[in-house]
């Protein structure tokens, strides 16, 4: 599991209860947190949870300046030791009990499974703002990059999938979605989809979702990016291309 982390110290008690609670069912191996400059106890619970017993390992990787949600990710498929991942939130809006069904499509034979807040039985609860702009994220995803079209949530940031692709994309900072990254550099990987129930975050801090005119555009310009990436093999962005 990769789980990008920020000031996160009143949902990690809950979500490694529930990690716990399914790992007779779920091969969990590892949990790789990748910090990104937390400012509460948030490292401390991590540090005080890893010399607990659990059935998975607890790995914490520790950065002092905020880089990124993406980057993030990337650098913990660097470190984590699985051959797939599950990559998710850990603010308790992804579910781990979703995750069994995912691993089951998985070795069904999809490369990647995206845990889908709008394919056929999923549901979606969350703030009418952030409604707004997801779905016009999604608009602007499926006008401009046509391989999205064939997937239910193409700007999910729940998803299993190989750990070796996500560990070769080079480091990017500014990357909407972790997803729409992997699939611009790698079309090629067959995608799947399970529902599950997104909710909006009971306790901590929520994301503050801004808009404005420099948001748009800078959402834009990165759209326009993932279209010129597509299934390139571009030294720019996939480590150890030839």
Not at 103 to 114: F, M, P, S, T
């Amino acid at each position: 599991m990769i789980l990008p982390i920020l000031n996160e110290e009143a949902c990690l008690p809950t979500l490694l209860e529930r990690f716990d609670a399914i790992a007779d069912e779920v091969p969990i191996r590892e949990l790789v947190f990748v910090d990104d400059g937390s400012t509460d106890g948030t490292l401390g619970i991590l540090e005080r949870q890893a010399a607990r017993p659990h059935r998975f390992a607890i790995r914490v990787l520790a950065r002092h300046e905020r880089r990124g949600q993406v980057d993030a990710c990337i650098s913990g498929a660097r470190l984590a030791a699985c051959e797939s991942v599950v990559v998710m939130d850990a603010d308790l809006q992804h579910p781990p009990e979703s995750i069994g069904p995912m691993l089951a499509e998985h070795r069904r034979g999809v490369d990647i499974v995206v845990g889908s807040r709008h394919a056929e039985g999923a549901v979606a609860a969350r703030e009418p703002l952030r409604g707004v702009v997801s779905r016009g994220a999604m608009f602007l995803a499926r006008l401009l990059l046509p391989w999205t079209r064939s997937i239910d949530d193409p700007m999910s940031g729940f998803f299993l999938g190989p750990r070796e692709p996500i560990a070769r994309l080079r480091l990017l900072r500014g990357r909407v979605k972790l997803l729409l990254y992997l699939e611009a550099v790698r079309p090629d990987l067959k995608v799947g989809e399970v529902p599950y129930e997104f909710r909006e975050r009971s306790s901590g801090r929520s994301k503050t979702v801004t808009i404005d005119l420099k948001f748009v555009i800078r959402y834009l310009v990165e759209i326009l990016t993932y279209a010129k990436i597509s299934g390139s093999s571009d030294p720019r962005f996939v480590v150890g291309s030839s």
